[in-house]
């Protein structure tokens, strides 16, 4: 019975000791849909972040954050992945990949159908040739291997993973 008193007391200590203190988290997406990947039913709430993380979600009615946005209508959501990707130059040419990233994919899986490595001498020649064609569209081939044309493209800072 002491025992139980005790860690009710103890339990209430701790309770009154949270009140009042705030969260204040990087940046806070606030009164958004959120779809959060489990299956379960999209639900109105508020998405925090801090660094590179999603700190917390749901009613975050306590918390403040150094940056705030209404996204009121809008839907946050896991990335999604686009699994056969054929934007192995257009990312190089823009990095930001918007027309997918506008559309949600986050993640470019590619290799389908074509590689940008490994690249033998003829194969180099062979592109810098077509790319003769539209020079608008040229770039550098600085790579010879798969691992450094995915090191390029993280170079130039691309957006998508």
């Not at 007391?9 to 849909?33: E, N, P």
């Not at 209508?73 to 990707?85: A, D, Q, R």
Request: aromatic content about 6%.
């Amino acid at each position: 019975m002491i025992k139980n008193i005790l860690a009710v007391v103890l339990l209430m200590v701790l309770f009154a000791s949270c009140k009042g203190q705030s969260v204040t988290y990087d940046l806070i997406l606030r009164g958004g849909t959120i779809i959060d990947g489990s299956g379960s039913a999209p639900y109105r709430g508020d998405v925090a972040i801090s660094g590179d993380s999603i700190a917390a979600m749901g009613d975050l009615t306590g918390a403040s954050g150094h940056r705030e946005t209404d996204i009121t209508g809008l839907v946050v959501s896991p990335g999604f992945i686009n699994m056969l990707s054929w934007a192995v130059t257009s990312l190089i040419l823009d990095g930001n990949g918007e027309s997918d990233l506008r559309q949600g994919v986050t993640l470019e899986v590619f290799g389908e159908g074509e590689s940008l490595g490994p690249l033998n001498d003829q194969m180099k020649s062979e592109m810098k040739a077509s790319m003769k064609r539209m020079p608008e569209y040229a770039f550098d081939v600085n790579w010879t291997t798969l691992g450094q044309y995915l090191d390029s493209l993280a170079g130039r800072g691309i957006s998508p993973n």
